[in-house]
């Protein structure tokens, strides 16, 4: 169950890297959401395609379980424990 919410949330960070379609805007959005300028630069124009920038740790960083907790999604881990725990 871990394993498929890493996926999913890793599916969701590419996504939005996608989303953010030009180095601009994603250097942009890496610093408002806390990355340093300098590592936001060097990650936005990387050239590397949105799969494995959702794996890489600038994307972790900006975007940590924390982040999605906060938007509202739900871990299929705490609901699988949860139903485990009410049967």
């Known amino acids: 169950m871990e394993a498929l919410d890493?996926?999913?949330?890793?599916?969701?960070?590419?996504?939005?890297?996608?989303?953010?379609k030009r180095p601009g805007t994603r250097r942009r959005k890496l610093l408002a959401l806390g990355l340093d300028e300098p590592r936001a630069k060097k990650s936005a124009g990387n050239g590397r395609g949105p799969w494995w920038n959702a794996g890489a740790s600038h994307m972790n960083q900006a975007l940590p379980r924390k982040w999605f907790e906060q938007q509202g999604l739900i871990s299929v881990l705490g609901t699988a424990r949860g139903l485990s725990r009410s049967s």
């Open 6 to 20: 890493q996926w999913v949330r890793r599916r969701l960070r590419c996504v939005i890297w996608r989303q953010w």
